[in-house]
């Protein structure tokens, strides 16, 4: 079985500035119409602000927090699928990209961006999700038995767009169990009931971002770098642990 998406998510850094983080803003200029649900942080935690709502296919989520803009793409809820991913990963990341480019023309003195990607393929089993990680990584094989699996590392990488600038890419496979449960809504509140059914998944984790820099990032390049990233999580999804090892 091939690779689907949990979520797509961009991160925009910037300096933080004073005021409350405002997500509707942004919604609004991505979308145009307002978003399902928006919500502000509790009072006394970190001030941020949220917005949701469903666009086409994907539920989509924009977070907005002091020197921080993320934007993140999931399946829309849909009745009837145990299991919600995006199958089509390639046109997530394009839409992805499209939502990017809007939030970055928004935004100036970017110091850092990010791209994080998380794959998930179903294994029947925990012995398969670990033989999965093992021919991913190239390791030998593990104990039957063996559980919480997990290989990550960070191999950086100059940027082709500019000659000081480089890049995280930081992997991590991994074997997971996903649980469902079902709950019901009572006047009262939501209560859980039975768990519904249980998912072996082979995980493949990426968080593609540059490397802190003092100045801002070029504004005649950023979309470039965005770009870049995008390249480099596609490659890394195809080539996988073969395309660090190579770079």
Same mark, same amino acid.
Request: charged share 15%.
């Given at each position: 079985?091939?690779?689907?998406?949990?979520?797509?998510?961009?991160v925009?850094?910037?300096?933080?500035?004073?005021?409350?983080?405002?997500?509707?803003?942004?919604?609004?200029?991505?979308?145009?119409?307002?978003?399902?649900?928006?919500?502000?942080?509790?009072p006394g935690?970190?001030?941020?602000?949220?917005?949701?709502?469903?666009?086409?296919?994907?539920?989509?989520?924009?977070?907005?927090?002091?020197?921080?803009?993320?934007?993140?793409?999931?399946?829309?809820?849909?009745?009837?699928?145990?299991?919600?991913?995006?199958?089509?990963?390639?046109?997530?990341?394009?839409?992805?990209?499209?939502?990017?480019?809007?939030?970055?023309?928004?935004k100036?003195?970017?110091?850092?961006?990010?791209?994080?990607v998380?794959?998930?393929?179903?294994t029947?089993s925990?012995?398969?999700?670990?033989?999965?990680?093992?021919?991913?990584?190239?390791?030998?094989?593990?104990?039957? #038995?063996?559980?919480?699996?997990?290989?990550?590392?960070?191999?950086?990488?100059?940027?082709?767009?500019?000659? #000081?600038?480089?890049?995280?890419?930081?992997?991590?496979?991994?074997?997971?169990?996903?649980?469902?449960?079902?709950?019901?809504?009572?006047?009262?509140?939501?209560?859980?009931?039975?768990?519904?059914?249980?998912?072996?998944?082979?995980?493949?984790?990426?968080?593609? #971002?540059?490397?802190?820099?003092?100045?801002?990032l070029?504004?005649?390049?950023?979309?470039?770098?965005?770009?870049?990233?995008?390249?480099?999580?596609?490659?890394?999804i195809?080539?996988?642990?073969?395309?660090?090892?190579?770079?």
């Amino acid at each position: 079985m091939s690779w689907q998406a949990l979520s797509l998510q961009c991160v925009l850094f910037s300096q933080a500035q004073a005021g409350l983080p405002d997500a509707l803003q942004p919604w609004m200029q991505l979308f145009g119409a307002p978003p399902l649900s928006y919500q502000q942080g509790p009072p006394g935690g970190p001030p941020q602000s949220q917005a949701t709502g469903v666009v086409g296919v994907y539920q989509v989520i924009i977070i907005a927090q002091l020197g921080r803009l993320e934007a993140a793409l999931s399946v829309a809820p849909t009745a009837g699928v145990a299991f919600p991913a995006i199958e089509d990963i390639g046109t997530g990341l394009i839409t992805l990209r499209e939502h990017a480019h809007k939030l970055i023309g928004l935004k100036e003195g970017l110091s850092r961006l990010a791209l994080l990607v998380h794959l998930v393929k179903q294994t029947g089993s925990a012995k398969a999700s670990n033989e999965d990680v093992c021919r991913n990584v190239k390791l030998p094989s593990l104990p039957d #038995n063996a559980t919480d699996v997990e290989f990550a590392l960070n191999v950086r990488r100059p940027l082709p767009v500019s000659n #000081n600038l480089e890049i995280n890419r930081v992997c991590r496979w991994s074997s997971q169990v996903h649980q469902l449960f079902q709950v019901q809504v009572r006047p009262d509140g939501v209560s859980q009931s039975a768990r519904v059914n249980e998912m072996h998944m082979s995980s493949l984790q990426l968080d593609l #971002n540059t490397v802190p820099m003092e100045a801002p990032l070029p504004p005649a390049v950023t979309l470039q770098v965005f770009d870049a990233l995008v390249d480099e999580a596609k490659a890394l999804i195809f080539e996988g642990y073969d395309r660090l090892a190579a770079t």
